[in-house]
């Protein structure tokens, strides 16, 4: 067996708890093959024994089955997590944590107008629901929607130190361009300057202590996305798609450049995916329609029905995730109460949490959750 054999073998290990295998987690440090002698060397960042020993078993395991070796071993290159470098050892050159910010997670997507804004939004909402300290950054310099989504455009205060003071909102902290602006479109950016815009956002705002800072990117790969990935270590990306584009070059242009920089992309959510049709039938009990296109739809015992009509391929998220090697971390449906929430300046995780689509946001944020802490 050669090295790629022993790769394309250890692929269909899953981590556990995932439906992502150990390969593309990027947990194969090192393959060495010396006759019948094999060595695999893993990185697994978790603090959890069982979980590390879970794989160690089972690529000894797998190894086993193809008889091709004799002596089979396996190590942990990195015991934990790495420890924080002391004063005298050097941090390690490239980005840098923000100091008192737990975790950064971009929203990224490859196209505009896919539903980024709303989804950081939603998230950042939902993560405050949950009790964590949140703070919500729109790096949207050329078209902020964050004054909009969240119904309020104030200019943040400046302290004698010239930091600027982030606006609260809905028990987040947030900044956007578009409170500096006056949200006024601004006229041609350069890279440079967008850049420098991009690192003052996070050296010059008194952000404080966070669990999460939720970015809300511009749409594309430009030159906030490369600042950002250069200078600031990031958690991780989830890039938003709708399904007609799930399957174009976008998506996985955009996951491969996180990639490159190192930055994990923690999963695809597909918005506007679907279309729910809710409605109300007088003085009917327990009918049935049948609709073209879709078959039988129940009426229930107070004449209410609810039916989903796919407007583009279904079951495209599922696919392209898979391909992606990243999780799909949930299916938005086009809904009027997300647009109406847009209008009235709060999100629906807010406006209506019980709605089932704001029970999407919160089951995107457990999952993101989860795949934070592993
Ligand atoms: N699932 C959905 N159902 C209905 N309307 C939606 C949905 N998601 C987003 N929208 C609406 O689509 C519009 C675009 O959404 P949004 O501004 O979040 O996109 P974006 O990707 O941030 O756009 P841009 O690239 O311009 O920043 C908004 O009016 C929003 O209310
Ligand atoms: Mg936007």
């Not at 729109?138 to 902020?144: A, C, K, R, T």
């Not at 930055?263 to 923690?266: E, G, K, S």
């Given at each position: 067996m050669n090295k790629q054999e022993i790769l394309n073998l250890l692929k269909e290990i899953n981590y556990?708890?995932?439906?992502?295998d150990i390969v593309s987690f990027g947990m194969i440090e090192n393959v060495e093959i010396d006759g019948k002698n094999v060595s695999i060397a893993l990185k697994i960042t978790t603090d959890k024994d069982e979980k590390k020993q879970t794989v160690v078993d089972a690529v000894k395991n797998i190894l086993q089955e193809?008889?091709?070796?004799?002596n089979i071993n396996v190590t942990l290159t990195n015991q934990g997590h790495t420890p924080p470098p002391t004063q005298q050892q050097k941090a390690p050159a490239g980005p840098t944590p923000v100091e008192g910010i737990k975790h950064i997670v971009a929203i990224a997507?490859?196209?505009?107008?896919?539903?980024k804004s709303t989804v950081a939004a939603n998230i950042a909402v939902a993560l405050t629901q949950k009790g964590h300290k949140v703070g919500l950054l729109?790096?949207?310099?050329?078209?902020?929607s964050l004054p909009i989504i969240l119904g309020f455009n104030e200019s943040p205060k400046l302290t004698q130190e010239k930091k600027l003071i982030p606006l609260d909102r809905y028990g987040m902290k947030v900044m956007s361009f578009g409170f500096i602006s006056g949200n006024e479109t601004p006229t041609i950016w350069r890279g440079p300057l967008v850049g420098r815009m991009t690192e003052q956002f996070f050296k010059d705002v008194?952000?404080?202590?966070?669990?999460y800072l939720i970015l809300d990117l511009p749409p594309g790969t430009g030159d906030v996305q490369l600042t950002l990935t250069q200078k600031l270590r990031l958690s991780g990306a989830v890039i938003v798609t709708t399904p007609q584009d799930i399957a174009l070059s976008d998506v996985r242009k955009g996951a491969d450049m996180f990639r490159k920089v190192q930055?994990?992309?923690?999963g695809v959510i597909e918005n506007m995916s679907g279309l729910v049709i809710k409605g109300h039938i007088s003085g009917s009990n327990d009918a049935k329609m049948d609709i073209a296109g879709i078959g039988d739809v129940n009426v229930d015992e107070n004449g209410d029905f609810e039916f989903q009509i796919?407007?583009?391929?279904?079951?495209g998220g599922v696919v392209e995730s898979d391909r992606l090697g990243v999780p799909l971390l949930g299916e938005i449906p086009i809904n009027k109460e997300i647009m109406d929430a847009t209008d009235n300046g709060k999100p629906l995780v807010l406006s209506n949490p019980d709605s089932p689509v704001a029970q999407v946001f919160v089951q995107i944020v457990d999952r993101i959750q989860t795949i934070l802490q592993s």
């Open positions: 556990p708890g995932f439906s992502r193809t008889n091709a070796f004799e997507s490859g196209k505009g107008g896919v539903g729109d790096l949207d310099i050329y078209g902020p008194l952000w404080g202590e966070l669990d930055t994990p992309v923690l796919d407007i583009f391929k279904k079951g």
